[in-house]
């Protein structure tokens, strides 16, 4: 990996391949999408409270990292909370809905059983889940909430969801929704903690620190912590700290903290976990009797007859006929080099796209409440770049100048307008 404040060290070829993916996480923006950018970010997630700290044995940073990559859990079963709080303004649902419409992109009306829909939820809020795993082909999430129960069921070929409250069904198959990785819509879910931290970790390059900050007890098992800080200042990441369980290295928690203070802007973690192999029956399914069932081929369908979008290209192409114009800089991941342009470097990559049109209209311009809704969200501010204005939660930030272009990151509003400043 990077090198760490400690006695770890990198090759110049590993940080090359960081950096890469790095750049490559950052692919594309919906210029007017924020909220739905930074519902993307639970891609991060599961935290809660830990106690205790267990005497272990001494280990590097490099080491417990290593102990992630071999760890080779396949079966488990447990139950996790997630907090988010991203700094989203309450206006009821508008704030879900307009997540829900960024993140689903070209779903149409669907189905309220849709997990490209429904799992935005987690975008803000505590939530508590359920999930078992068993291999590759076996896994269940189940998101518990007052008086009803949704539950993604992966089991071989087949993928199911289910909504309990409004008794809607849907089904698709591994090989209908994703037929190059064989695992459809469960690959929009994570199957496991582990791939939240590894998610974090393609985040570190040489203006990362790791460290290994103590121990800790999560869920009743002995862990590690592992933090990441950026070296830079001017990103919006303040730290992340994982516990890593120190027998089987699978991470259990997983914070994330702002660098303006405060709460965490996500905190998720096992309350409970086993590694014993859940039962079979666990991730049996039948529709029950009176429910709604839709097939994903349905969806497609539909979102195609009301002018939805499936495919990046044809999603590049609807916007630009509502920008007015070709987007350019390598826009959803289809630039000449398969990304968009990126300014700066590490945890102060800022990826910019051009619209080709104007920017986003103001909110006394739309009206109503998604008016009031981009208003809350947006300041204006000027540069040697012009006009334009910084749409922001505590995670992502995104500066959407008045002629059209567009600047994403991870980063902090004074950041993303001295990136703007040096693209002149």
């Known amino acids: 990996m990077a090198p760490y404040e400690s006695e770890d060290s990198t090759t110049a070829g590993e940080a090359d391949d960081l950096r890469a993916g790095r750049r490559k996480a950052a692919r594309y923006v919906v210029p007017v999408a924020v909220v739905g950018i930074a519902a993307a970010t639970i891609g991060l997630v599961p935290a809660i409270a830990d106690s205790g ?26 139950t996790f909370k997630i907090t988010t709080d991203l700094g989203l303004p309450d ?15 070209g779903s149409g009306d669907g189905s309220s059983a849709d997990p490209s829909a429904k799992l935005t939820e987690l975008a803000s809020g505590t939530h508590t889940l359920r999930l078992a795993v068993d291999g590759d082909d076996k896994q269940k999430l189940s998101l518990l909430e007052n008086a009803s129960e949704y539950s993604l069921i992966h089991n071989g070929k087949d993928i199911w969801g289910y909504d309990s409250k409004s008794n809607e069904v849907f089904h698709g198959t591994a090989d209908e929704a ?20 590894e998610e974090a970790l393609k985040a570190v390059d040489d203006t990362t620190s790791v460290t290994v900050d103590g121990t800790a007890q999560v869920a009743g098992r ?23 369980d120190a027998e089987t290295g699978m991470p259990l928690k997983f914070t994330l903290t702002p660098s303006s203070g405060g709460a965490a802007v996500v905190d998720a973690g096992f309350t409970q976990v086993s590694f014993a192999r859940p039962a079979a029956s666990t991730f049996d399914f039948t529709p029950p009797k009176g429910a709604t069932v839709t097939e994903e081929g349905e969806l497609d369908k539909a979102a195609r007859e009301h002018g939805g979008t499936k495919s990046d290209d044809e999603l590049g192409k609807g916007l630009e006929k ?14 000449s ?6 300014i700066g470097e590490g945890w102060n990559s800022v990826a910019v796209f051009d619209t080709g049109g104007e920017g986003v209209p103001s909110g006394s311009e739309i009206g109503g409440d998604m008016g009031g809704f981009l208003d809350s969200l947006g300041d204006k501010v000027t540069g ?16 959407v100048t008045d002629d059209g272009k567009v600047y994403v990151g991870a980063v902090t509003k004074d950041a993303l307008v001295k990136a703007a400043d040096s693209g002149k």
Do not use: H, W
Not at 91 to 105: D, I
Not at 337 to 342: A, L, Y
């Open 222 to 244: 002995d862990a590690y912590r592992l933090v990441i800080k950026p070296k830079q200042s001017g990103s919006t990441v303040g730290a992340i700290s994982v516990a890593v």
């Open 53 to 78: 700290d267990p005497d272990l044995p001494d280990i590097t940073a490099q080491q417990l990292i290593e102990k992630i990559a071999k760890s080779d859990v396949e079966q488990l079963s447990g």
């Open 337 to 342: 080099e398969g990304g968009p342009e990126v």
């Open 178 to 197: 994703q037929p190059d990785k064989g695992k459809g819509r469960s690959e929009e879910v994570p199957a496991t903690p582990k791939e939240f931290t």
């Open 384 to 399: 040697k770049f012009g006009s334009g204005t910084v749409f922001k939660t505590r995670l992502i930030n995104a500066l």
């Open 91 to 105: 206006l009821g649902g508008l704030g879900a809905g307009f997540a829900s419409g960024a993140m689903a992109s």
């Open 322 to 335: 509502e920008f007015g114009g070709p987007l350019t800089g390598g826009a959803l991941g289809k630039g």
